[in-house]
């Protein structure tokens, strides 16, 4: 017969022990699931930085591009 309580509280316990640094804490799954979470979001964060600063150098080449035409057909 499967002690139902037993597996339960077999999860329960081994979910205490996810905590950051092999902590365990009641929070443990929940913890760790946040600081995975967290790092993920901040990897995302300075790929979108690097992007914006790569569309800024964009918008400023097409800035320069404008201006030589511009110049251009003035002369």
Known sequence: MIDEEAIAAAILRAASMLGNGNASTPMGAIEAHGLKSYQGMEGISNSLDGVAYSLDGIANAIMYLAD????????
């Open 68 to 75: 030589a035409i511009k110049e251009k057909e003035n002369t």
